[in-house]
């Protein structure tokens, strides 16, 4: 892989950050030739795309659908206040747009699902998965599995906040241990502070700028908690199902 150059005014920009050992122009560069999906772009997908952005990560896919209510101001930093009542998706591209210009960042005003996932997933690198629900969930890691992505799942409900890093070939998937969505679980009715889930966001733009520099250890085939309550964080080993209907076997 051809790695593209950085422009005078990047190198000033990342300046910085290049200067973390293990990272270097080198990994500069390697973000700079990257693509991330990010499905969705709310409180906890909109800290992700907008590190990915400020980050230097070169084309981002973000994807929404719906409008944008009162309620989601606690906590979705792409949005605005004046954008009550319209639609998410413009808002956020502008935003992106405006914070990091040289990022090439396409809007898809829907969610994902068994009809457009592999369409998606087929176009980048990488897919940040951080929707509420899980026939999102499973049509994205589907999608990652058979097209050979990794998938960087990231959920949180109140205080408690989970990640894992899905790499096909590598770690099991995610239905390999989350075969089916829990009973009890109802995606417009879980509670949200803001904080939790930017903080849960920016682990997750870290894990993928991890993956798509080379730079640090990822989090590959284990799942992170973390309870905010007294900020107890663990990590579990996650092992393959052989019966599992997308990666066993």
């Excluded at 909109?46 to 990915?52: C, E, F």
């Excluded at 896919?61 to 792409?78: F, W, Y």
């Excluded at 239905?175 to 417009?188: F, M, N, R, T, V």
Aim: hydrophobic residues 40%; aromatic residues 4%; charged residues 20%.
């Amino acid at each position: 892989m051809i790695l593209p150059e950085l422009t005078e005014v990047e190198i000033e920009r990342y300046k910085r950050q290049m200067m973390q050992v293990g990272f270097g122009g080198e990994g500069q560069r390697r973000l700079k030739g990257a693509s991330a999906l990010v499905t969705r772009v709310g409180g906890l997908g909109g800290p992700v795309a907008m590190y990915l952005a400020i980050a230097g990560i070169g084309r981002l896919i973000i994807a929404h659908g719906g409008t944008l209510t009162h309620s989601n101001l606690n906590r979705q930093i792409l949005m605005r206040a004046d954008g009550v009542g319209l639609p998410r998706i413009p808002q956020a591209v502008e935003t992106l747009r405006r914070i990091a210009p040289d990022c090439d960042v396409t809007g898809l005003a829907a969610n994902a699902d068994d009809t457009n996932a592999e369409e998606w997933v087929s176009q980048v690198d990488i897919v940040c998965d951080t929707t509420p629900t899980f026939e999102e969930r499973f049509a994205l890691n589907r999608a990652c599995w058979k097209l050979g992505r990794p998938l960087l799942d990231a959920g949180m409900n109140g205080m408690e906040c989970q990640l894992s890093v899905l790499v096909p070939g590598e770690t099991a998937c995610l239905e390999c241990y989350c075969p089916q969505a829990p009973d009890w679980w109802e995606p417009l009715g879980f509670p949200v502070i803001g904080a939790v889930s930017g903080m849960l966001g920016c682990i997750t733009a870290m894990e993928a700028i991890k993956l798509l520099s080379g730079c640090g250890e990822p989090l590959k085939g284990k799942l992170l908690t973390i309870d905010m309550d007294d900020l107890t964080m663990t990590k579990y080993n996650l092992v393959r199902r052989p019966d599992c209907p997308v990666c066993g076997g």
